[in-house]
């Protein structure tokens, strides 16, 4: 970990919730902190962009976007920040310390280079974003909220993702699976010892997922980490509910991935198979039981 942002000890805030009703993302406080006079983000603004790191990630530290990390640091999610894990064109992946020196994850999205046509066919049609229109604000910030809150609604599902922590803005706070210097892999770059154990999980996850009303959308062996043993699901931000007019097409797409990964691990599975895994009603209790 490198570049302290300093300690800011406060109480630790509620994570923000699902209530997609109450969502309004053109009041947002990391926009008005940013369009604030005020002297203490403007210093915090000053020693940041100082910092090396910064100034190579320019471009994804607009002062709104710091504005949000700012804000995110009061709250007291956020110690100190890292180095990226992952960059990418829509978003890049930091590390990061907490308030206890717990270890994060910190997902930036760049509003500018964000495909928001492609994210808004999968906003489009979910219930959860009705009315959502086509600013392009909007709907990424829109976007990043719907990964917050899929994340949470996995995980109280039982499916193991990075425990969500907050999100602001552009900027969503999570768990870091791993560790600095022991990162998580993506189940495509390790070598896989029980291949029949690790469908399980996998088949076992996208059911629960599903039951939970949610397809991930963007399934396959790039999007689940592996760290000691343990599978997570990861990069839910494109993750549609049932009820979405592709859900279906969505998750056959993720079944034929899951499949084909696993048939060239030597398994005899196919992704109509685990479409029907998925999706097969749950049995009823049985009244002998009751
Ligand atoms: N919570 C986390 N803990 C550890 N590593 C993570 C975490 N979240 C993301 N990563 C790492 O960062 C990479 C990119 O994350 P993610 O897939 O969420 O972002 P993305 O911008 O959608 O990436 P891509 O375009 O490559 O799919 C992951 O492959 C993983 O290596």
New binding site residues.
């Given amino acids: 970990m490198t570049e302290e942002f300093g300690f800011v000890d406060q109480e630790e805030a509620e994570a923000p919730g699902d209530e997609w009703e109450s969502l309004d993302v053109s009041d947002d406080e990391a926009d008005r902190i940013a369009r604030r006079q005020d002297a203490d983000f403007d210093e915090f603004r000053i020693r940041v962009k100082d910092t090396e790191q910064f100034k190579v990630e320019a471009s994804v530290f607009d002062d709104a976007t710091l504005a949000a990390v700012y804000k995110l640091v009061q709250d007291g999610h956020i110690g100190a920040f890292g180095g990226p ?2 960059t ?6 930091y590390e990061a310390l907490g308030h206890d020196g717990e270890e994060l ?1 910190v ?1 930036v999205y760049r509003i500018n280079a964000s495909n928001f046509h492609h994210m808004r066919e999968y906003l489009q049609g979910d219930p959860r974003f009705e009315g959502i229109g086509s600013d392009k604000k909007k709907v990424v910030l829109a976007w990043v909220r719907k990964e917050f809150a899929n994340l949470r609604r996995a995980k109280a599902a039982g499916v193991r993702v ?1 425990e969500p922590i907050a999100v602001q803005r552009n900027v969503l706070v ?5 560790h600095a210097d022991d ?2 892999r ?1 189940l495509s770059e390790v070598e896989v010892e029980n291949p029949e154990t690790a469908y399980e999980v996998v088949r076992e996850y996208m059911r629960r997922l599903y039951s939970a009303g949610l397809v991930h959308g ?1 399934l396959s062996e ?2 689940m ?1 592996i760290h000691e043993g343990e599978l ?1 699901v ?2 839910l ?1 494109q993750a549609v509910t049932v009820h979405h007019p592709n859900a279906r097409e969505f998750l056959e797409r993720d079944c034929e991935n899951v499949a084909s990964f696993f048939s060239r691990q030597g398994l005899d599975v196919t992704g109509e198979e685990l479409h029907e895994y998925v999706t097969r009603p749950e049995p009823e209790p049985s009244a002998d039981l009751e």
């Fill in positions: 894990v992952s990418g064109k829509e978003a890049n992946v994850a997902k990075p999570m768990d870091l699976v791993g990162r998580a993506r963007d790039y999007n980490i997570f990861i990069d931000g």
